[in-house]
């Protein structure tokens, strides 16, 4: 099976711009999609990127995904930052049926 | 728009089966359209997928778990299931149900999510 790595967290003042990496330990990145999820406190995940870019609907434009193969890694953008973004943020793929989450990084804006 | 709905016991004794139940509104779990799944989170911790299923009753579960865990579905109740069995203190967690969007023909993103349950094992 592969592995997910994120940093533990970051952080970042209002209006700027922070992007979050995930990389993979095993395998290619670029093999299988990559999703990205939040969670704010007391409450359940929910999708901001999915497909390595894409948004759903109601998701702001603010938020971007990438994919960089030569890292292995893929990346969530947050520009023009606001204090309700502060939450955690999960990385996700799959392989062989099996479901893989990054560990989680908590993002902070102040 | 579809919803998801855990129910079950908050409180397993260690050794015990832990059983817990999804209602869906809003969708069917007989539709192709979809997988049904199961993730579950420690206290303070991260996101730990369990497993999924498939109308056809096709299944994959976490290799760490496989050996304790069972899911289901109850068609008559647009419900699935999960049983754990052997519990111990470290599954203790935040048990959340969530559809699994497919792309292609593999099973890709978590949307949405239930509320989640709380699961606490102890005597």
């Known amino acids: 099976n592969f592995m997910l790595t994120q940093p533990h967290s970051v952080s970042e003042s209002p209006g700027k711009t922070v992007t979050i990496s995930c990389t993979r330990i095993?395998?290619?990145?670029?093999?299988?999609?990559v999703q990205w999820y939040q969670q704010r406190p007391g409450s359940s995940p929910t999708t901001v990127i999915y497909?390595?870019?894409?948004?759903p609907s109601g998701v702001p434009n603010r938020f971007s995904g990438s994919i960089d193969s030569s890292s292995n890694s893929a990346s969530l953008t947050i520009s023009g930052l606001k204090t309700e973004d502060e939450a955690d943020y999960y990385c996700?793929?799959?392989?062989?049926?099996?479901?893989?989450f990054g560990g989680g990084t908590k993002l902070t804006v102040l | 728009q579809v919803q998801l709905q855990e129910s079950g016991p908050g409180l397993v004794r260690p050794s015990q089966t832990l059983s817990l139940a999804c209602t869906v509104s809003?969708?069917?779990?007989?539709?192709?359209?979809?997988?049904w799944s199961w993730v579950r989170q420690p206290p303070g911790k991260g996101l730990e997928w369990i497993g999924y299923?498939?109308?056809?009753?096709?299944?994959s579960y976490n290799p760490s778990l496989r050996s304790r865990v069972t899911m289901s579905l109850d068609t008559s109740k647009n419900q699935f299931s999960l049983r754990l069995t052997s519990v111990t203190a470290a599954d203790t967690a935040i048990y959340y149900c969530?559809?699994?969007?497919?792309?292609?023909?593999?099973?890709?993103?978590?949307?949405?999510w239930g509320q989640g349950t709380l699961v606490t094992v102890s005597s």
């Open positions: 095993s395998g290619s990145i670029a093999s299988n999609y």
């Open positions: 299923i498939y109308y056809t009753g096709s299944i």
């Open positions: 969530a559809r699994l969007v497919p792309a292609v023909i593999s099973p890709v993103w978590f949307d949405p």
């Open positions: 996700q793929s799959y392989d062989s049926g099996n479901q893989v």
């Open positions: 809003g969708d069917s779990i007989s539709s192709d359209d979809y997988y």
């Open positions: 497909e390595d870019n894409q948004r």
